[in-house]
C-alpha cells in the first residue's frame, strides 16, 4: 500500500522539492508531450516528499509517497496536469520501454521497464494498462483540477512520456503495428527468397546477402516487439536480445562486404584482417549476455566502421573498373543515408515517434536493394555460360581478359583516349596522356619520335594497312616504358581516315628478357665479362687494324688460375665464385679503356692488351697481373694465396688469326703449368710442335686400345733367399707403327689427362690375368702371382669392383695369385674413397701392394687403414749412398714384418745389396739384376724351364 500524507504547507514548512508546474489539458489535446516537463528525482529515499501544484484555491499541498517495490533504487519522476475544460477527461499516460531516439552511441539505453507505479496526489495510485511495449497508466481528471502526479521509476532514465486521449492512442498503435506488419513480412520475405536463391545457385556471395537478411529480420523482430509474441521474454532478456540482433547485424554486414567484393582476391592480408573483425563480433555475442549495453556500442561502432571501410573499398575498386564494385554504389549510397539518420536518431538530433520505425523500413529497403545487385550476378552468367552472346561481345570479352589497353585516336578531332588510362600506368596524373596526338611526342625517345610521327603520317596518307609500331617513352619516375600499339584506320565515307583504333601493350619485361638474353649470351654470368666468343671478336677487330702501323700492336695473355680445383674441392663451389669475382675486380683495375678482360673457361681469363706496345712494358704488365693475383684474399676467417700460369704472345704475323693468336697464347700459358706454375711464360714458335705431339699420341693411344696394338712385358720378382721366381710385374709396351717403342712414361702421363687411362688400365688387367691363366695351363699349379698397376682415375670408380669381378670370372684365375699395386699418391688423394673399395676388392682374394713407398708425403696411419698385403721398397730408398740407408731399411721392414707383410726391393743393383737386403728381412727383389721385362711367350718358356714337373704332377 502507498501511504499518502497531505498536509496544508500554508508557507509554515519549507519544501525539501520544488513543485511541479502543471501541464494544461483541454478537451482537444489528444497527445501532449510531457518529456520537458517531467521532473527526475534520482538517488532519493524509498519515502519521497514532494510539493504539489497549486490548485484551484492557490493552495499548494507536500505529499508523500512510499515506494511499492522492494527493489525500488530511489528514482522519482514528478508531473501536474491541470485539466482547463469544463469535460471530465479520459487519458492515457504512455513511457516506452525503449526509444531509439537519444539512446546514444556508447553503452547505449537499450529499454527496460520504465515506470513502477504513478501516485497521483488526490485518489488511489493508477491503473496499469497491459501493454509489452510501454508502461501505460489510465487516468481521470475532474473539470478544473489541478493533481500532482508521482512515479515510482524502474530506472533513472525516462526516455520519453506522453499524455494520449485513449482513442487516438489506440488508432496510433493499430497504424504503427500495420506498418511494422508489413515491414516485417518484406523482410521475412527477403530473407527466404534469398536463402532459396542460395540454394538453387550456391555462389558464395548468396549466404552471405541471406545471412545480413536473417540479421535484419532478426533486429526488426526485436526492434517491433515480434519477438515477445513467439517466446516469453522479461524486460532484462529484451535487452539481450536486442544487442545480439545488433551484432548480428554488424556482422553479417562485414560479411557480406567481403564476399561480394571478394577481397580475399585482392590481397590476402584483406582475409585475415575479415576474420579477426568477425571473430572478435562474435565474441561479443558472449558479452552481450553480461553486459548488453558494451555489446550493443561496440556493434554500432563496427556498422559505422564497415560503412567507412565499404566507402573506401568500393572508391579504389570502382576506379580500378571492378564491375562488383560500381553495382554497389547505390546500395551503399543508400546505407550511408541509413547511418546518417541513425546517428541523428541516437544523439537525440532527430527525435520524433516516426524515426525509429522508418529505421527499421530503411534496413528492409537496404536489403532489397542487395538483393537485386546479387540477382545481377547470379544470372548475369547464364547466357555466357551457354555461349549465347555475338562476335562483338565475344571480341569485348577477349580484349578484357588479354589485359591490353584500348588505344583511340580520333583523327578529326585530334584527341587519343586509352582506356584504361595508360598515365596511371606511367606514374602520371589521369589523363596527361589524352588529347592531341602530338602530346605523346615529347615523352617520347629522342630516338623513336621521328619514327613515330612517321608512322602515323604514312598511315593518314595510305588510308590502308595495319598499324604496328614500338617506342619507347618515359614514365614519371625518368625510366622508359616499351610500348607496341597495334591498330587499323578507320575509313569515313570521303576516303580519308577518321579513326584509329587498336590496342596498346606494354613490352618492357619482353624487351628487358631479350636484353638480358643477349647479355648472357655475350658475357659470363658469373663475373659479367665478355665471353669466348667475344674476346675472338674484339681480337679478330684489332688484328684488322694491327697491319695499318705500329699504333695497334696487340698482345694476347691467357691467365689460369693455379690449384683453383683445389680451392673449390675444400671450401666449395660459392666461395671459388666468390675468389673469381674478386680477382676480376683486381684484373679491371689494372687495365685502360682499350684493353679487353675476358673468361675464356672455368678458372681462365684472356686479355687483349693493346695500351702497351714496348715488350719490356708488356712484360712488366704480365708481372703486374701476377702480383695482383698473389694479393692474399680473406674468406671466412681464411687467407688464400693464389697463383696464376700465364701465356702471353704478340702480334707479328699478318697472316694469323684470332683463334690461332688465342691458341698460341693458351700453348704457352699451358707450358707455365707444366713448369709448376706461378710464372709467365712468352710463345715460342716449338709449342705448337709440342701440342701437336701430343694431341696425336693421344689420337693414336686411342685407336690403339681400340684395336688391340698394345702389349705387356712381365720383369720377374725373385725370392731373395733363394733367387727362386716368385711372381711377375706387368708392365705395359706400345710398339707405334710409326714412331716405334713408346715408353710407358710418355703415354700413361697423355693418357691420365685424358679419358683413356680407365679403359687403358682395364686392358692391363685383363691382358694380365689372361697371360697367367694360360701359364697355369702351361706349367700347373706354379707358385707365382702377377703384379698389375692401378690409377687413381680406376680407383674412384664405381664400377671398378664389377669389372673386377667379372674378369675373374672370364678367366677363372685365381685371385689369389693377382695383385694390385698402388702408389702412395694415389691412395692420399681421396683416402676414404680408396678405403670403400680397396676393402671390396680385398673380399675378392685379391692381394694389394703399396708402390713406390718411401718416395711420397708417407703417412704410417694409413698402413693400418688399408689392407695392404705387400709393401714395395722404391729403388731411391735402396739405392740411397747416405749413410743412415741401412737403418732407414732395417726399420720399414722390421715394421712390415711386424705388420705380417711381405717387401719387395725395387733396384737391387749387385748381389751384395741382395744379401743385405735378406738379412734385414727382406723376402723379394726386383730390378734388372733379377731379369729385364720380357714377353708373355719369354716368360712361359721360362716357366717351363724353372717348372719342369709341375704340369705333369
Not at 702497351?612 to 671466412?636: H, L, Q, T, W
Not at 716405334?740 to 693418357?751: H, K, N
Amino acid at each position: 500500500m502507498l501511504l499518502v500524507v497531505m498536509a496544508a504547507l500554508c508557507g509554515l514548512v519549507p519544501a525539501t522539492t520544488h513543485a511541479a508546474e502543471p501541464v494544461k489539458i483541454a478537451r482537444d489535446d489528444t497527445a501532449l508531450d510531457l518529456t520537458a516537463t517531467t521532473e527526475i528525482y534520482t538517488n532519493e529515499d524509498e519515502a519521497f516528499q514532494v510539493s504539489t501544484a497549486a490548485g484551484a484555491d492557490g493552495i499548494r499541498r507536500r505529499i508523500e509517497v512510499r515506494a511499492s517495490s522492494p527493489t525500488h533504487q530511489g528514482d522519482w519522476a514528478v508531473f501536474a496536469l491541470a485539466n482547463v475544460s469544463e469535460e471530465q477527461l479520459e487519458r492515457v499516460i504512455v513511457a516506452p520501454h525503449f526509444r531509439l531516439a537519444g539512446s546514444r552511441m556508447f553503452w547505449p539505453d537499450l529499454g527496460s521497464q520504465r515506470i513502477i507505479a504513478i501516485t497521483p496526489s488526490e485518489g488511489f495510485a493508477l491503473d496499469r494498462v497491459s501493454s509489452p511495449d510501454a508502461d501505460v497508466f489510465r487516468i481521470t481528471l475532474n473539470p478544473g483540477s489541478v493533481i500532482t502526479f508521482v512515479a515510482e521509476l524502474a530506472t533513472p532514465n525516462l526516455p520519453q512520456i506522453y499524455l494520449w486521449e485513449p482513442d487516438v492512442y489506440k488508432d496510433t498503435v493499430n497504424a504503427f503495428t500495420l506498418y511494422r506488419g508489413i515491414v516485417l513480412g518484406i523482410a521475412g520475405l527477403l530473407a527466404v527468397f534469398l536463402t532459396i536463391l542460395f540454394v538453387v545457385k550456391g555462389t558464395s556471395m548468396l549466404p552471405a546477402a541471406a545471412a545480413l537478411a536473417w540479421a535484419v529480420l532478426a533486429y526488426i523482430c526485436v526492434d517491433f516487439g515480434f519477438i515477445e509474441k513467439l517466446i516469453t521474454i522479461t524486460a532484462s532478456d529484451q535487452r539481450i536480445w536486442r544487442a545480439g540482433a545488433e551484432v548480428a547485424l554488424a556482422s553479417s554486414l562485414v560479411i557480406f562486404l567481403f564476399t561480394y567484393l571478394n577481397l580475399n582476391r585482392w590481397h590476402v592480408n584483406l582475409g585475415y584482417a575479415t576474420f579477426a573483425w568477425v571473430l572478435g563480433l562474435g565474441l561479443l555475442f558472449g558479452v552481450a549476455i553480461y553486459d548488453p549495453s558494451i555489446a550493443s556500442g561496440i556493434a554500432r561502432l563496427s556498422f559505422a566502421l564497415t560503412a567507412t571501410a565499404g566507402i573506401i573499398l568500393i572508391v579504389y575498386l570502382g576506379f580500378n573498373r571492378y564491375d562488383r564494385a560500381i553495382l554497389l554504389v547505390p546500395t551503399w549510397a543508400l546505407i550511408l543515408v541509413w547511418l546518417f539518420g541513425s546517428w541523428l536518431a541516437v544523439t537525440g538530433q532527430l527525435d520524433n515517434d516516426i524515426i525509429q520505425p522508418a529505421l527499421g523500413g530503411g534496413l528492409v529497403l537496404i536489403v532489397l536493394l542487395i538483393g537485386f545487385t546479387v540477382m545481377q550476378h547470379a544470372f548475369a552468367g547464364g547466357a555466357y555460360q551457354q555461349g549465347l552472346f555475338s562476335d562483338l561481345e565475344r571480341q569485348s570479352l577477349a580484349l578484357t581478359g588479354s589485359g591490353d589497353t584500348v588505344w583511340d585516336w580520333d583523327v578529326a578531332r585530334d584527341r587519343v583516349v586509352t582506356s584504361p588510362d595508360v598515365s596511371v600506368a606511367l606514374g602520371l596524373a589521369p589523363g596527361s596522356m589524352h588529347g592531341p596526338a602530338r602530346n605523346w611526342l615529347p615523352r617520347l625517345h629522342p630516338d623513336d619520335r621521328d619514327r613515330f610521327r612517321a608512322t602515323l603520317d604514312v598511315l593518314l596518307e595510305h588510308r590502308k594497312g595495319r598499324l604496328s609500331h614500338e617506342f619507347r617513352i618515359r614514365a614519371e619516375d625518368g625510366h622508359f616504358h616499351w610500348l607496341k600499339i597495334r591498330a587499323r584506320p578507320v575509313i569515313g565515307s570521303n576516303g580519308e581516315v577518321i579513326r584509329c583504333v587498336g590496342t596498346i601493350i606494354d613490352t618492357t619485361e619482353q624487351k628487358n628478357s631479350i636484353d638480358r638474353l643477349l647479355a648472357d649470351a655475350i658475357h659470363d654470368n658469373l663475373t659479367g665479362l665478355p665471353n669466348r666468343e667475344v674476346f675472338l671478336d674484339r681480337l679478330q677487330s684489332a688484328l684488322a687494324l694491327a697491319p695499318g702501323g705500329d699504333v695497334v700492336r696487340p698482345t694476347v695473355m691467357a691467365i689460369d688460375i693455379d690449384r683453383y680445383k683445389q680451392v673449390n674441392d675444400s671450401l666449395g663451389i660459392a666461395a671459388g665464385d666468390n675468389i673469381l669475382i674478386a680477382l676480376t675486380r683486381r684484373l679491371r683495375r689494372l687495365l685502360k679503356p682499350q684493353d679487353t678482360l675476358a673468361r675464356l673457361t672455368g678458372d681462365q681469363f684472356g686479355l687483349i692488351l693493346l695500351s702497351e706496345r714496348d715488350p719490356a712494358k708488356v712484360a712488366d704488365f704480365a708481372d703486374a697481373i701476377s702480383k695482383a693475383i698473389m694479393v692474399p684474399i680473406n674468406f671466412g676467417n681464411r687467407e688464400i694465396v693464389l697463383t696464376a700460369s700465364i701465356g702471353l704472345v704478340s702480334w707479328v704475323d699478318q697472316q694469323e688469326s684470332a683463334s690461332s693468336l688465342l691458341n698460341d697464347a693458351e700453348l704457352a700459358m699451358y707450358r707455365a703449368k707444366r713448369a709448376g706454375g706461378n710464372r709467365v711464360e712468352p710463345f715460342r714458335p716449338a709449342f705448337r710442335t709440342a701440342g701437336t705431339d701430343r694431341l696425336q699420341i693421344e689420337t693414336d693411344l686411342r685407336r690403339a686400345i681400340e684395336r688391340r696394338e698394345l702389349s705387356m712385358a712381365y720383369q720377374p720378382i725373385v725370392r731373395l733367399s733363394d733367387g727362386e721366381i716368385a711372381g711377375f710385374e706387368a708392365l705395359m709396351r706400345w710398339d707405334h707403327p710409326r714412331r716405334g717403342s713408346i715408353p710407358p712414361t710418355e703415354f700413361v702421363p697423355i693418357a691420365e689427362m685424358s679419358d683413356l687411362i680407365e679403359p687403358l688400365g682395364m686392358f692391363a688387367l685383363e691382358r694380365a690375368t689372361a697371360d697367367l691363366s694360360e701359364w697355369e695351363k702351361a706349367v700347373g699349379d706354379a707358385p707365382i702371382f702377377v703384379s698389375v698397376n692401378l690409377s687413381s682415375a680406376q680407383l674412384i670408380s664405381t664400377d671398378l669392383y664389377n669389372d673386377v669381378r667379372a674378369m675373374l670370372a672370364k678367366t677363372q684365375c685365381d685371385p689369389k695369385r693377382i695383385r694390385l699395386e698402388l702408389t702412395e699418391s694415389v691412395v692420399m688423394e681421396n683416402p676414404e674413397q680408396a678405403r670403400l673399395v680397396l676393402d671390396k676388392l680385398k673380399s675378392t682374394g685379391i692381394s694389394l701392394a703399396l708402390d713406390d713407398f718411401g718416395t711420397g708425403v708417407s703417412s704410417l696411419s694409413y698402413l693400418t687403414r688399408f689392407s695392404f698385403d705387400t709393401i714395395k721398397l722404391d729403388k731411391a730408398l735402396v739405392n740411397d749412398p747416405s749413410p743412415k740407408r741401412a737403418v732407414l731399411l732395417r726399420s720399414i721392414i722390421a715394421m712390415a714384418s711386424g705388420m705380417e707383410m711381405d717387401v719387395i726391393a725395387e733396384g737391387i743393383e749387385s748381389e751384395e745389396d741382395g744379401e743385405e737386403l735378406m738379412k734385414m728381412g727382406c723376402a723379394y727383389g726386383q730390378s734388372y739384376l733379377f731379369g729385364a721385362p720380357v714377353g708373355a711367350d719369354s716368360i712361359l718358356r721360362l716357366l717351363k724351364e724353372r717348372f719342369p714337373l709341375m704340369k705333369r704332377a
